[in-house]
Structures are given as structure tokens and as C-alpha cells.
């Protein structure tokens, strides 16, 4: 890659990274740039707090343990379906 362009993207990740610190009061561990045509993406990481953190735990944890009961549920209707 082309060295303007690394000096860009590096750039706008540390601005990105000051902007959060600045006005959100914490900011992403990294910053990725991504150019796409006349669009930039910078997906952030690290930056969720401790709850928001908690609650995605929790939520993924609800969807594992709804696949688990649909899995035991459809286990049980074939059981029940055979031993008639």
C-alpha cells in the first residue's frame, strides 16, 4: 500500500480515538480504516463499557440457552412421535 495512504489511515484512527476520549469519555482500544471509494469506514474496538459489555454477555447467553430448549424440545417430540 501506497505510504499517503497509511499515513492517512493512521491519522484518522488517532482522530477518531481522540473524538471519542474527548466527548465520550472513553475511548476504542483500535481503529481500523477502511476506504471505499469516496467512503471511509473505521470499525471501533474496545470501546463498550464494563455494562455494555455484561449485556451483550447476557444476551448471547439467552440465545445459546433458547437453542439448547428448542433442540431439547424438538428431541422430545420426535420421542414422543415414535413411541405412538
Given at each position: 500500500?501506497?505510504?499517503?495512504?497509511?499515513?492517512?489511515?493512521?491519522?484518522?484512527g488517532?482522530?477518531i480515538?481522540?473524538?471519542?476520549?474527548e466527548?465520550?469519555?472513553?475511548g476504542p482500544?483500535?481503529?481500523?480504516?477502511?476506504?471505499?471509494?469516496?467512503?471511509?469506514?473505521?470499525p471501533?474496538?474496545g470501546?463498550?463499557a464494563?455494562?455494555?459489555?455484561?449485556?451483550a454477555?447476557?444476551?448471547e447467553?439467552c440465545?445459546?440457552?433458547?437453542?439448547?430448549a428448542?433442540?431439547?424440545?424438538?428431541?422430545?417430540?420426535?420421542?414422543?412421535?415414535a413411541?405412538?
Amino acid at each position: 500500500m501506497d505510504e499517503p495512504r497509511v499515513k492517512w489511515k493512521e491519522l484518522f484512527g488517532s482522530a477518531i480515538i481522540k473524538f471519542e476520549q474527548e466527548f465520550m469519555g472513553r475511548g476504542p482500544d483500535d481503529v481500523k480504516a477502511f476506504v471505499v471509494r469516496d467512503l471511509v469506514v473505521g470499525p471501533l474496538k474496545g470501546c463498550s463499557a464494563p455494562a455494555e459489555r455484561q449485556l451483550a454477555k447476557t444476551a448471547e447467553e439467552c440465545r445459546h440457552g433458547e437453542a439448547i430448549a428448542t433442540e431439547l424440545d424438538c428431541a422430545r417430540v420426535a420421542t414422543s412421535s415414535a413411541s405412538k
